[in-house]
């Protein structure tokens, strides 16, 4: 597709199940980032891919959340045993390479609309 | 990436141009400077990145003196449809960096 996309746009869950979000960015952007926005607040970082692999996944707020990403392509990241304070909206986003020509802009998806009764 | 200080909000009313100073005092020689826009329920958007002096698009032109440790965001002649939480960044990542947004100013037009 034109735009990073994510999945599901919404999910409802049970507190302690486990869910997984998904994410499809732009073909070709090298980085792709996680970030968690609860209402009315700002962005959270999370984590971020550099290809397949995470520098640095010091943003994760606790064991309870990993992510992955394979391909240099999708990601998805996972939260087990879900808890109230896991509900918010998870963005995911990708960008090329900064460059002479690039300005490294992160193209954000819809994000996913988490919701943990 | 370089710590950001920006306002929590700001209001303004339609027609008016609005400027939303970011403060960057550790800002390195390879950093640049780009601001972004949320609106409600939405991702954020890309609106300008500026190295030095002055940078102009479409939407917005962004001002950054010499010693660089400041810039200024400035729409032109806001409407209601700015309304929006504007987010300043130092540093652009995708070089082994994270990217932080910090919280960003909430600008509320009024008619």
């Known amino acids: 597709g034109a735009g990073v996309s994510q999945s599901p746009s919404n999910k409802v869950t049970e507190k302690g199940k486990d869910v997984e979000l998904r994410c499809d960015p732009i073909s070709g952007h090298t980085a792709l980032y996680w970030y968690r926005q609860s209402l009315g607040q700002g962005l959270e970082f999370l984590i971020y891919?550099?290809?397949?692999?995470?520098?640095?996944k010091s943003g994760l707020p606790s064991d309870r959340f990993s992510a992955e990403r394979t391909g240099g392509s999708v990601s998805t990241l996972t939260i087990q045993r879900t808890q109230q304070e896991d509900s918010a909206v998870y963005l995911c986003?990708?960008?090329?390479?900064?460059?002479?020509?690039?300005?490294?802009?992160?193209?954000f998806g819809e994000g996913s609309r988490l919701t943990v009764l | 990436l370089a710590k950001t200080t920006q306002p929590i909000s700001m209001d303004s009313y339609e027609g008016q141009e609005v400027n939303i100073t970011c403060s960057h005092n550790n800002i390195a020689t390879n950093d640049y400077i780009t601001w972004y826009q949320q609106f409600p329920s939405q991702g954020p958007r890309f609106i300008i990145q500026g190295y030095k002096t002055k940078v102009t698009n479409e939407v917005a032109s962004l001002f950054i003196p010499a010693d660089r440790k400041s810039s200024t965001l400035s729409l032109p002649r806001v409407s209601l449809s700015d309304t929006a939480v504007y987010y300043c960044?130092?540093?652009?990542?995708?070089?082994?960096?994270?990217?932080?947004f910090g919280k960003g100013t909430r600008l509320h037009i009024l008619p």
């Open positions: 960044l130092v540093g652009v990542g995708n070089r082994d960096d994270k990217i932080i």
């Open positions: 891919f550099q290809g397949n692999s995470a520098p640095d």
């Open positions: 986003a990708s960008s090329r390479l900064l460059s002479a020509t690039n300005t490294g802009e992160l193209f």
